[in-house]
Nanobody, 119 residues
Framework: QVQLVESGGGLVQAGGSLRLSCVAS????????MYWYRQAPGKQRELVAAIASRGTTNYADSVKGRFTISRDNAKNTVSLQMNSLKPEDTAVYYC?????????????WGQGTQVTVSS
């Protein structure tokens, strides 16, 4: 069993900052890519940021220069530092990871954490 648990969401005013964290636990052999997605009401889930095991990162155009993804491989964690938040960043944020057990490689998802940015 593998679990991903997010923390750090909440309510913040426009221009403020939040830091999301996600920890993976369970029968983990290795973790490949780690991701942050978000889903706003009435919209499809979208990729916000991704980070490879060696640290290469990618961002959605809408968050470039404002959000920073990072990971700690020793602790099986991924974080998302969100600065200069805008009301349009309001969404449920999900972490995800491609995790290898000794026999399989598959994606796992967290339960999501709400981020609300007020104007």
């Amino acid at each position: 069993q593998v679990q991903l648990v997010e923390s750090g969401g909440g309510l913040v005013q426009a221009g403020g900052s939040l830091r999301l964290s996600c920890v993976a636990s369970g029968s983990i052999f290795s973790i490949n890519h780690m991701y942050w997605y978000r889903q706003a009401p009435g919209k499809q889930r979208e990729l916000v940021a991704a980070i490879a095991s060696r640290g290469t990162t990618n961002y959605a155009d809408s968050v470039k220069g404002r959000f920073t993804i990072s990971r700690d491989n020793a602790k099986n964690t991924v974080s998302l530092q969100m600065n200069s938040l805008k009301p349009e960043d309001t969404a449920v944020y999900y972490c995800a990871a491609d995790i290898s057990s000794r026999t399989t490689v598959r994606p796992y998802w967290g339960q999501g954490t709400q981020v609300t940015v007020s104007s």
